[in-house]
């Protein structure tokens, strides 16, 4: 039977053959040589046509060879799609409320929503873990963390 | 003569009260992060890279090489308790050593395992002492042309480990291409800054590793069932007869795991499948292979300890390093201001035999901690992973923003991290990527030098030899994999 890469493959695949083109545009305007030695430009409008050619390969080489591996049994994505979810929340909300807060929110959610363990100990272990680490990085290595409005 | 005495100022460095604490603190987070699946020692290195920040280079070091070889033996317990390897060089152990203790020898099987470990670990150590000063000592001589060829050798070793070659190449460029955004150092022109002051700086070595190795990590794993049954362990010290059929399988191990260690393009995971297969072979009755054999548990548990020490061979004396794991040490030691290559033993001497100095005594920790204490170790295994994952994102967020105080950071993080995910998911080796990322400075400056004293001509690399040696091996590299596919189509025909 044919190999046939799945949708997930040739987007990522694409996804660095995209970037790669990017680079090749964009670098083409820039010095390509200086002297006798490259110039800002070069390298950039190389590695560009590299990995545009490489990610085309990653797709075509198996299909045209018939040699690629199975696709993935599809394991499930829900949990890390919610997982990244949650990272961009607490990331978007590092400025507005603080690391504290933040990092509490996203670890109470992580435990009590998604691994649905009981809400007192998910607030216990949350608010354990964002203290931790607000003494490690805030106290102990001096890193001045995001402060929201109660000032941690 | 001269390595030892080194090894010697090397030991009273490593002896100090702060670089023991680093070695211990070291090979104990190795045996966890080794024991518990979902993640791994680059991983490990990874999250601890800003903890770091502040601590002098050595002792930073120390910690992350006790996490890289104790991995190897954390390993181990898993593979024998479970039958899940925490590590992919422990995959060969779990064949016979769960069938071990599934016959209730599970205490034979883990402590065969952890003093094959130790006479490998302290036997490979020995050989890098003796091996890595000579090599690095030849390599002296490197000039731009040879870092150039040595940049191209190390990225494409590192992309051969894995699965895919075209992957790993693709990888590997896609680093060298992220290393080209920020300001060109020699130029003075910014690239790729896409109007973005903070991208003027260029995208941090240490935000791409936590991305690729802890949050992509998570991502994958967080989906993984949540407890399995621990074997019991008991009677760890082996009997005489164990010994017997132990001791030759421990000596050839530790042989093949050093010498595989020390090529580029190998590994802990190549080097304890070839144990495996040589024991197999040279078995009176190889039927007993698969069915609970201690042989087949000593071989590779050895080799895949020597194999890690024997990695550092390379990446300590010319900075091409054998596995994911050493590239991201490698990442560190620039991050640390430190050049990585031939230079790093006359330089930076100190650090290097430092940290040889630690792996010795590091494998005896380990010794103590796995033949006493692997009963307690195994009550850790019984911890779900969804107790783990949240305030491992929790520290990658902290640890990405305390390097800059950038939250854009931490934006790149979360991206990176899906893409990781996503590359995880497809069999797309991170490694190359880190490592294109940390040598991508190092490889243009090489090459503008070498163009430079050649007035332009790229003939530079072919007529010095070491450069067209290093060239050669690369292509071989690459070419390889196409040979064998004629070679094997050809066969299929005939």
Redesign the interface.
């Known amino acids: 039977m044919p190999y046939r890469p799945s949708v997930g493959e040739v987007l990522l695949a694409a996804a660095f053959g995209g970037t790669g083109l990017f680079w090749v545009l964009t670098a083409a305007p820039m010095p390509l040589w200086d002297g006798f030695a490259p110039g800002s430009g070069f390298l950039p409008l190389v590695y560009g046509a590299l990995l545009a050619l490489l990610s085309a390969g990653v797709i075509l080489v198996p299909v045209l060879t018939g040699r690629g591996e199975a696709p993935l049994a599809g394991e499930p994505v829900r949990k890390p799609l919610v997982v990244t979810g949650a990272l961009v929340a607490a990331a978007a909300a590092l400025e507005p409320l603080g690391f504290v807060a933040a990092v509490f929110a996203l670890l109470l959610f992580l435990y009590a929503v998604v691994e649905r363990l009981p809400v007192v100990v998910a607030t216990a272990v949350s608010a354990a873990t964002a203290g931790a680490l607000y003494v490690i990085f805030r106290t102990w290595l001096g890193v001045p963390l995001p402060a929201g409005p109660w000032g941690f | 003569m001269s390595s030892l005495l080194e090894l010697g100022s090397g030991f009273a460095g490593a002896l100090t009260p702060w670089n023991l604490l680093m070695c211990f603190a070291g090979v104990f987070v190795g045996q966890l992060v080794g024991a518990l699946p979902g993640i791994g020692p680059a991983s490990a290195i990874a999250l601890l890279l800003p ?1 770091t ?2 601590t002098d280079a050595t002792s930073a070091i120390i910690l992350f090489a006790g996490i890289y070889y104790g991995a190897q033996y954390g390993g181990t317990l898993t593979s024998i308790l479970v039958s899940v390897p925490g590590e992919a060089s422990s995959v060969m152990t779990s064949v016979d050593g769960y069938q071990m203790a599934l016959q209730g020898r599970a205490g034979a099987a883990l402590g065969i395992s952890a003093i094959g470990s130790f006479i490998a670990g302290t036997a490979a150590t020995l050989g890098l002492t003796l091996l890595a000063p000579p090599l690095a000592r030849a390599a002296l001589s490197f000039g731009p042309p040879e870092y150039f060829a040595l940049v191209v050798l190390g990225l494409t070793a590192l992309a051969a480990v894995g ?2 070659l ?2 790993g ?2 990888a590997g ?2 680093g ?2 992220v290393s ?1 955004v920020g300001i ?1 150092q020699q ?1 003075g ?1 910014a ?2 800054d896409f109007g973005q002051v903070w991208l003027l700086d260029g995208i941090e070595f240490i935000v791409v590793t936590v991305a690729l190795f802890g ?1 992509a990590e ?3 794993s ?2 993984m069932a949540a407890l399995r049954p621990i074997t019991e362990v008991r009677n760890l010290l082996p009997t005489r007869e164990d010994w017997r059929a132990s001791r030759m399988p421990i000596l050839r191990g530790t042989g093949i795991g050093f010498l595989i260690g020390v090529l580029p393009a190998t590994g802990a995971t190549i080097a304890s499948f070839v144990a495996y297969v040589v024991e197999k072979k040279v078995a009176k009755d190889p039927s007993r292979f698969g069915s609970g054999a201690i042989e087949g548990v000593a071989g590779p548990e050895a080799s895949n300890n020597a194999a890690a020490s024997g990695a550092m061979v390379p990446m300590l004396a010319l900075g091409v390093p054998g596995s994911g794991t050493t590239a991201i040490i490698l990442g560190a030691l620039v991050m640390f201001g430190i050049r990585p290559g031939p230079e790093l033993f006359e330089k930076n001497a100190a650090l290097v035999w430092t940290v040889i100095a630690s792996m010795y005594i590091g494998n005896v920790i380990l010794l103590i901690m796995n033949l006493p204490l692997a009963g307690l170790f195994a009550q850790l295994l019984k911890v779900p992973y ?2 783990l ?3 491992i ?3 990658c ?2 640890g990405v ?2 390097q800059a ?1 950038s ?1 854009e950071d ?2 790149l ?2 991206g990176l ?3 990781g ?3 995880r ?4 080796p991170a490694a190359p990527l880190v490592l294109g990322l940390v040598l991508g400075p190092i ?2 400056n090489s ?3 070498s ?2 004293l ?3 001509s790229a003939s530079i690399f072919v007529t010095r030899p070491i450069a067209a040696v290093l060239l050669i091996v690369t292509a071989a590299l690459v070419l390889y994999p196409l040979v064998a ?1 004629v070679a094997s189509r050809r066969r299929a025909v005939a």
């Open positions: 903890l920040f502040g699965g895919s075209l992957k190449l693709a460029v896609a060298l291409l080209t060109d130029t022109v690239r790729f949050v998570v991502l994958s967080c989906t969804r107790w994952y949240p305030p994102l929790a520290l967020i902290a923003y305390s105080n939250v931490v934006w993080l979360v991290g899906v893409l995910f996503a590359m998911r497809y069999d797309w490889f243009e090459l503008r030098q163009l430079g050649s007035h332009g596919l």
